[in-house]
């Protein structure tokens, strides 16, 4: 499995979540043993989570690639 399959599988497990009216789950510390998928995933989870926080505040777009970066 590769990253780019872990993220897949991570924003669709962020947006199932949602859908159930559950919250976005936690975050995941980094861990170096993970593999690509897992790392993957954490990525897509930490990402669901700055995309929140940028919506919440209503902030535009390119604001929050700029404080990312």
């Known amino acids: 499995m590769s990253f780019l399959n872990g993220t897949k599988v991570g924003f669709r497990f962020c947006a199932w ?6 919250p976005l789950p936690d975050k995941i510390p980094h861990n170096p043993r993970f593999n690509a998928f897992q790392r993957g995933f954490v990525a897509a989870i930490d990402c669901s989570h700055i995309l929140a926080e940028g919506l919440s505040r209503n902030m535009p777009v390119s604001r929050l690639t700029e404080e990312v970066s």
């Open 17 to 22: 979540s949602l859908e159930q009216g559950r």
